[in-house]
């Protein structure tokens, strides 16, 4: 009886390892959005199989006292992806589904986080 215990635990705390050990995986597809550069043009981004469960700060968006918020963003891919109206994925936020249609202008973001 201990035996089968042992063997249990022992297969647990390797399955715990291992699922520890493993990669994140990427989204596949792409997430896009748009902003308004620095000639106060909108211009559009693309994000391509960007990495699950990583909060990924918009570059172009990212300074609140400095740029306007990114809006419009489109999820294409195959994760969720949770948007945040601040950087580091804090502020409010707006779950956009898998494969989605594309948000309207009025959408705004600075940092999204994509979830298998």
């Known amino acids: 009886m201990r035996l089968r215990h042992s063997v249990a635990a022992a297969c647990g705390a390797l399955a715990l390892t291992a699922a520890l050990a ?11 959005y748009r902003f308004v550069g ?6 559009a981004v693309t994000l391509h199989d960007p990495a699950s ?14 740029s306007e918020p990114a809006f419009a963003p489109h999820n294409d891919t195959d994760a969720f992806a949770i ?7 804090t502020g409010d936020s707006w779950t956009l589904r ?3 249609r594309p948000a309207t202008d009025r959408l705004k973001l600075r940092s999204v ?3 298998r």
């Open 98 to 100: 898998p494969h989605g």
């Open 83 to 89: 948007v945040f109206t601040e950087p580091d994925c």
């Open 53 to 66: 469960g990583e909060c990924v700060t918009l570059a172009e968006a990212a300074d609140p006292n400095a």
């Open 38 to 43: 620095v000639s106060g043009d909108p211009q």
């Open 22 to 32: 493993t990669p994140a995986h990427a989204a596949t597809g792409d997430f896009s």
């Open 113 to 115: 986080v994509f979830l």
